[in-house]
């Protein structure tokens, strides 16, 4: 048999969650050709995987990486990804995708977008077609498809808006939308916590999701509150947490539309959330028995990422600086104080990651708003008000913290990734600048060694489902996510036994430990652990057969 490369005597853990066997993969143009007994396959090459998993390569449905992607340094800012095992990265997350670009949009999506990228925002498209031609054109060392973002439309069609869509902007949402749908997009994602998504009425977002359903694209949620309290809903003892009640309107927005709902990195925001884990996993459970097509994903760290005005009501990020007064300080520190005692996450739990580029604020990167607060002398909020001010709401970024757990407990996050329903993602961005997400770089290893061999949380063959083939189902990437004849020759090898991340937010680039292999179409981007330079084996990936 004529083969070009032969990953030979490794355990392959094929994706389904079915058991390993002990097997020889064999590769031919870029697609696994046969899955043969040990030690029956020769080819032009040979990857010895004695005592190693041979595992599809995993899939990343839930990333910001496209904002790196045709962009100065898309190799190295990737590479993090291909570190861990990652061969299929999905951008366009929570709302921010990088196309297409309206008419004279380009400042506004610059703007949208400023706290996922480096330097300036040069977009060589228009539409989002052209966009995934550019990045095809460019090439990429590992497979990558997008998703397209209600923040990116609805910033271009509405500005800062805070009412609903009036039928223009509706209109020109849904036609460039179902555009997207149809030149390639995987699907729709929305974003109903922040500004300007988070103004969408349910009318707004039902219009987008029957259109996606009937697309067939998935139809990904940032919710509209990860804490059990919020500015998103009105007090009400009846109405229970916020947080429950972000998932049940997203529940029956999927239930009304027939759309396939993702929820992004399901997370429980404050040590006073936690509690609520049982109510919110119980809610999707009930959900999916009542027929509705739910899923969530979920990183494994207890940090994540986000603007800065994430720590502001959206109304206020919406009419700043406008609403930046007297009046509406003294609003927030009581809110501030609030949060502190009814949410149980304060200034010590968010960090200023980046400042957005500016000299004068670069040397307060990397230390606690409350750090922050007592070298400024000013309040936490005064401290977070000045970054703002300064870098404006989506300029600068901050790593919050608290985040399903803590260092000392992290109960909730291990609820949330024993969950069937909960795919592996990264919800990273990759940018050179100020403390890193950890996830961009350890979130696979991390699930692997922490929670699968240390903590005995799943099976390693479900730690290995849920990496690889739920994902690609969600997506609906048929020959992606298994190692099976006929299915794209997307591979990791790694040892079980010393599977590991490395990464925090000081040590963002870090290497994982015991990725050993990696292919993309049957070409190694990761050789003895190290990425290979050069080499753009990557594959865009559009909606239909994958």
Do not use: K
Not at 127 to 154: A, S, W
Not at 242 to 257: F, K, S, W, Y
Not at 301 to 309: C, K
Request: aromatic fraction near 6%.
């Amino acid at each position: 048999m004529d083969l070009d490369l032969v990953v030979a005597n490794g355990l392959v853990i094929d994706g389904t969650g079915g058991p390993q066997f002990r097997a020889d993969v064999g590769i031919r143009r870029g697609r696994i050709e046969v899955v043969a007994r040990a030690g029956g396959l020769a080819g032009a090459r040979v990857v010895d995987a004695s005592g190693l998993a041979v595992a599809p390569g995993f899939v990343d449905l839930d990333s910001h990486a496209d904002w790196a992607v045709a962009q100065e340094g898309a190799a190295a800012a990737l590479a993090r990804w291909l570190r861990q095992g990652v061969t299929t990265l999905i951008g366009g997350a929570c709302g921010y995708s990088s196309a297409p670009v309206l008419g004279g949009g380009a400042e506004a999506l610059a703007r949208q977008g400023a706290f996922l990228r480096d330097g300036p925002f040069v977009p060589r498209w228009r539409t989002f077609g052209e966009f995934l031609d550019v990045v095809e054109g460019d090439g990429v060392p590992l497979n990558v498809g997008f998703l397209v973002g209600q923040n990116t439309l609805r910033a271009q069609a509405m500005g800062a808006a805070t009412s609903p869509a009036p039928p223009e902007a509706l209109r020109t949402m849904l036609d460039e939308t179902r555009e997207a749908l149809r030149a390639g997009a995987l699907g729709f994602s929305a974003n109903a916590a922040f500004a300007p998504g988070a103004f969408a009425d349910a009318a707004e977002l039902g219009a987008l999701a029957r259109l996606v359903a009937r697309e067939g694209g998935l139809f990904a949620v940032h919710a509209r509150a990860y804490t059990r309290l919020s500015s998103a809903y009105r007090p009400s003892i009846a109405g229970g947490p916020h947080n429950l009640r972000a998932i049940r309107d997203l529940v029956e927005l999927a239930r009304g539309t027939g759309a396939r709902l993702q929820i992004s990195h399901l997370m429980l925001a404050g040590r006073r959330t936690w509690r609520t884990c049982d109510a919110v996993l119980g809610c999707l459970d009930a959900a999916r028995a009542e027929g509705v097509d739910v899923a969530f994903d979920a990183a494994p760290y207890t940090v994540a990422v986000g603007p800065i005005q994430l720590l502001f009501p959206a109304a206020f990020v919406a009419s700043f600086p406008e609403s930046d007064r007297p009046g509406g300080a003294r609003a927030l520190r009581l809110l501030s104080g609030l949060q502190r005692g009814l949410l149980g996450m304060g200034p010590d739990d968010v960090r200023l990651r980046r400042a957005g580029g500016h000299p004068a604020l670069a040397p307060l990167e990397g230390r606690s708003f409350a750090e922050i607060a007592h070298r400024l002398g000013v309040s936490p909020t005064d401290a977070q008000l000045h970054i703002a001010r300064r870098a404006g709401m989506n300029g600068a970024s901050v790593l919050v913290g608290a985040l399903s757990g803590d260092r000392h407990d992290d109960a909730p996050l291990r609820a949330l990734l024993l969950h069937p329903l909960c795919a592996i993602a990264t919800n990273a961005a990759s940018t050179r600048a100020g403390p890193q997400n950890p996830s961009a770089t350890g979130a696979f290893p991390r699930f692997l060694g922490r929670y699968v061999r240390e903590l005995a949380l799943v099976p390693l063959e479900e730690a290995v489902r849920r990496m690889t083939s739920l994902p690609a189902a969600r997506l609906g990437l048929a020959r992606v996510g298994r190692v099976a004849e006929g299915c794209w020759a997307d591979l990791t090898v790694f040892d079980p036994a010393t599977v590991r991340d490395a990464a925090d937010p000081e040590r963002a680039d870090a290497a994982p430990e015991g990725i050993r292999t990696v292919l993309v179409s049957g070409v190694p981007v990761v050789d003895a652990g190290r990425v290979v330079d050069g080499v753009l084996p990557g594959r865009v990936l559009r909606s239909g057969p994958a």
